[in-house]
């Protein structure tokens, strides 16, 4: 019953909220009309579009396989991992890198919940990540003082917030470092070396969460300072994929 009159009030609330301040989708300019879609400022039918990746995916990484049979070429020819394995969702490219760019530059506020929603989909479909707690990639320090904000922790709030019940645990901090965006997979290991720490207790099984991945060096050094720190199993979850 209170999760019927929860959902009643937040109709309520878009509905009234669209009829003061008329909305668009942030894909295809189109009028949203309804309470789901202002929910989440996308349109019906550019939902429907918005569709995880298909297909044979790298059982390391999550990418799509062009030709290779159960890993991509790029992990084989990586010798040492911590994470044991990692999901990504869409590709950073076209309609979703401005759907990304809507949410982490724009700060589309709604796009949270979209995004937040796919991953509890994805979670409840994947035996092994059902076990896991949810370890939020850290932002960098000052990265709220001059965005104003943490997309990732946003986004872990609103999974919490409809799942009800998720396990999370922010136990990775980090230190200053260098702006990782112009940097190799080599200098971004080397940047983060002994940035990324531990405060409080490890969950034995964690669920790395980020927003992209471009050279998985970031998701590899939380994995390992994880590991570092007793977890057994290091697993990660990118939104999209570079």
Request: aromatic share 10%; net charge positive; hydrophobic share 40%.
């Amino acid at each position: 019953m209170p999760y019927i009159c929860m959902a009643f009030f937040i109709k309520i609330f878009f509905s009234l909220k669209n009829f003061l301040f008329p909305s668009a989708c942030v894909l295809c300019g189109a009028n949203l009309i309804g309470a789901d879609e202002i929910q989440y400022s996308l349109c019906k039918q550019c939902r429907i579009s918005i569709v995880p990746i298909q297909g044979h995916k790298c059982l390391v990484c999550g990418k799509p396989l062009i030709s290779e049979n159960g890993i991509c070429i790029p992990c084989r020819n990586i010798k040492e991992r911590s994470f044991d394995r990692l999901w990504v969702l869409y590709p950073y490219t076209g309609k979703y890198r401005k759907l990304l760019g809507f949410y982490k530059f724009s700060k589309n506020l709604e796009l949270s919940a979209f995004f937040a929603k796919k991953i509890i989909e994805l979670i409840a479909n994947e035996a092994i990540l059902k076990d896991a707690v949810i370890v939020p990639v850290p932002p960098r320090p000052g990265k709220i003082k001059h965005s104003g904000w943490d997309q990732i922790d946003y986004l872990i709030k609103q999974m919490e917030k409809i799942s009800g019940c998720l396990p999370v645990n922010r136990c990775l901090k980090r230190r200053k470092s260098k702006v990782q965006k112009h940097l190799n997979r080599t200098e971004r290991l080397e940047n983060l070396k002994g940035r990324i720490f531990i405060k409080g207790a490890v969950p034995k099984i964690a669920l790395i969460v980020d927003d992209v991945i471009t050279t998985g060096s970031t998701i590899e050094v939380c994995a390992q300072t994880l590991k570092q720190g007793g977890a057994e199993k290091v697993l990660g979850l990118c939104l999209f994929y570079d």
